[in-house]
Nanobody, 118 residues
């Protein structure tokens, strides 16, 4: 059974930083494209960051470019998202995703709430 468990969310002050973690079980993060998405109340889910299977290429959403860093720890089967210079627009539920398009596999975590106070 595949599980993606996010952690590290919480209340952060404007301008602060946080590090989210996604612990995977039932799959190897090194064999999937891993990504972080977020959804604010009343808005569609949007891509925050993605990292390829190899871990050598990254993609970031326009709203977090330069403030976010995604990384894989294959040994711990975990994916991290470091975010700096947070602002209230970063508030939302952050979800971890594992995808293998060729195999038609797509898994989501339950999400972790991030709230940035102004």
């Amino acid at each position: 059974q595949v599980q993606l468990v996010e952690s590290g969310g919480g209340l952060v002050q404007n301008g602060g930083s946080l590090r989210l973690s996604c612990a995977a079980s039932g799959l190897a993060v090194g064999r999937f494209e891993m990504s972080w998405w977020r959804q604010a109340t009343g808005k569609e889910r949007e891509l925050v960051a993605a990292i390829t299977k190899s871990g050598k290429s990254w993609t970031y959403g326009d709203s977090v470019e330069g403030r976010a860093t995604i990384s894989k720890d294959n040994a711990r089967n975990t994916v991290h998202l470091q975010m700096d210079a947070l602002n209230p627009a970063d508030t939302g539920v952050y979800y971890c995703n594992a995808a293998d398009d060729l195999a038609g596999l797509d898994y989501w975590g339950q999400g972790t709430q991030v709230t940035v106070s102004s």
